[in-house]
C-alpha cells in the first residue's frame, strides 16, 4: 500500500510473521497472530484470543501503547460503508463498562470489511 496510502487512511495488511518478534513478549502460550493490519502507523492485530490495538506514538514511534481488548469483552460492533459524498468508512468497537465505543476510522477501503469478519468469527463463534 505505501506511505501515501497509509496517510489517507487505507488499511493494509501486515504479514504476521513480521509481527512476531514485537509481540513474543506479549503473547501468552498458546496464542498466535491470526491477522493484523496496519493504518499509517497504528496496527489492529487479531490472536486467536483477543484484539490488540497498537498507537506509535512520538515522532520516531518507537513508543508505544498496546491496547487489549479480549474478545468476551466485546459487546457490540459495528461498520459504517463510504458514501456517495462521505469517503470515510467507519468501525465502532462497544466493550464492557465504557460507555462510548472505540471509533476508527478507514478511507473507502475493504479491510474494513475483512476487520468486520474476523470480529465476527471471534465474537459470533
Known amino acids: ?3 501515501i496510502g497509509g496517510m ?3 488499511a ?3 504479514n504476521a ?3 512476531h518478534k514485537e509481540f513474543s513478549s506479549i503473547l501468552v502460550e498458546n496464542e498466535y497472530i491470526e491477522k493484523a493490519f ?3 502507523r497504528d496496527l489492529y492485530v487479531f490472536t486467536n484470543k483477543r484484539l490488540v490495538l497498537v498507537d506509535k506514538q512520538g ?3 518507537s513508543k508505544r501503547e498496546y491496547l487489549t481488548i479480549p474478545y468476551k469483552s466485546i459487546i457490540r460492533f459495528s461498520k459504517e460503508s463510504t458514501g456517495l459524498l462521505d469517503f470515510d468508512a467507519e468501525l465502532k468497537i ?3 463498562g465504557e460507555k462510548e465505543p472505540i471509533v476508527k476510522e478507514f478511507r473507502k477501503d475493504s479491510s474494513v470489511n475483512d476487520i468486520y469478519k474476523i470480529l465476527s468469527k ?3 463463534g
Open 94 to 96: 462497544w466493550i464492557v
Open 1 to 3: 500500500m505505501g506511505l
Open 59 to 61: 515522532v520516531t514511534g
Open 38 to 40: 496496519r493504518i499509517i
Open 122 to 124: 471471534h465474537i459470533l
Open 17 to 19: 510473521e513480521k509481527l
Open 12 to 14: 493494509s495488511e501486515v
Open 8 to 10: 489517507l487512511g487505507h
